[in-house]
Nanobody
Framework: QVRIVESGGGLVQPGGSLRLSCAAS???????MGWYRQAPGKQRELVAS????????YADSVKGRFTISRDNAKKNTVYLQMNSLKPEDTAVYFC?????????WGQGTQVTVSA
């Protein structure tokens, strides 16, 4: 059974940076993983994803500002580097991992961008 632990959220001023971490355990398979976010009153949306071949995909709203990457040593640990943060990036960020077609979700970490 895949388990996910997220970390790295917090409060940051506009223009600032944060790095989120997501560690998935319980499998030796390199997983496709991603970050989603959900703001109050809005639907959950994909932010960025990375597949088992390290191909990445980003929402248009974060391209050029956010980077998803995989740890070279711990293959099922991924990071989301968020730069030039905007108030509209405020949301709960969820990590997800896909193993053989089954998605596992983390509990989410709050990111608040505010002066």
């Amino acid at each position: 059974q895949v388990r996910i632990v997220e970390s790295g959220g917090g409060l940051v001023q506009p223009g600032g940076s944060l790095r989120l971490s997501c560690a998935a355990s319980g499998t030796a398979i390199i997983l496709s993983m991603g970050w989603y976010r959900q703001a109050p009153g809005k639907q959950r949306e994909l932010v960025a994803s990375i597949d088992s071949g390290d191909n990445t995909n980003y929402a248009d709203s974060v391209k050029g500002r956010f980077t998803i990457s995989r740890d070279n040593a711990k293959k099922n640990t991924v990071y989301l580097q968020m730069n030039s943060l905007k108030p509209e990036d405020t949301a709960v960020y969820f990590c997800t991992a896909n193993r053989l077609g089954v998605d596992t979700w983390g509990q989410g970490t709050q990111v608040t961008v505010s002066a």
